[in-house]
């Protein structure tokens, strides 16, 4: 019924998250009106950022610079290091302005039934931090699920031999895997109450 062009636009629409088959023709249709207001516009934003955007690397964040704006930024606190699973939860503690350090992204969690093992994650840039020098604190604020916790002990082994202190966010905060979906508040309490790994 609709030509491929069309079809395939919304084919790769519906592929993003919370978008469905049905918000994906709306949102084609939307597209397709307005060709000149938000179809070329979208267009080259994407272009650009999948141009330019990578992995920071030193803590896996998502820039256009690398080191990243903040990995770069002399007013961060260089002694704090806030390990978190995805950048996401990264977005989620730098628009609820809790953390005043730095970043590091571990790319998930380890997760037998998901098939992610040590070698998955983000960890040797960690440990390379750790072991510089001038870290005086590795927080975790990883997810208070069964892998968020697995994860927690095995990275605190892992970052022992370092002597840096490693601690947790706070126990009882309902961090259920993504730190995206909590407000201000309940973030900055997590980040407040937090205690040794
Ligand atoms: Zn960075």
């Known amino acids: 019924m609709n030509s491929p062009e069309i079809d395939h636009l919304i ?6 998250p919370g978008l469905g088959p049905r918000s994906a023709r709306r949102a084609a249709l939307r597209l397709l009106q307005q060709p000149q207001a938000r179809m070329l516009p979208l267009a080259a934003a994407l272009a650009d950022a999948a141009r330019t955007v990578q992995s920071c690397s030193l803590c896996g964040n998502l820039d256009s610079r690398d080191p990243c704006a903040i990995c770069a930024d002399p007013d961060r606190d260089q002694t704090l290091i806030c390990v978190v699973e ?4 990264l ?16 790319g998930g969690t380890l997760s037998a039934l998901g098939g992610v093992g040590p070698d998955d994650l983000n960890l040797r840039p960690l440990l390379d931090r750790a072991t510089a020098g001038g870290v005086v604190e590795i927080i975790l604020a990883l997810g208070a699920t069964v ?9 605190t082994d892992r ?23 909590l407000d ?7 980040l407040r109450a937090r205690r040794p790994a």
């Open 159 to 181: 970052l022992a031999p370092s002597g840096v202190p490693v601690t947790r966010v706070g126990h009882g905060v309902p961090i259920g895997g993504a730190l995206d979906v």
């Open 86 to 89: 995805g950048v996401g939860d």
């Open 91 to 106: 977005w989620a503690l730098e628009r609820a302005a809790v953390h005043r350090g730095l970043y590091h992204v571990l």
């Open 147 to 155: 892998e968020g916790a697995s994860t927690a002990h095995w990275l």
């Open 11 to 16: 084919g790769l629409l519906a592929k993003l």
């Open 184 to 190: 201000d508040g309940t973030l900055g309490a997590a």
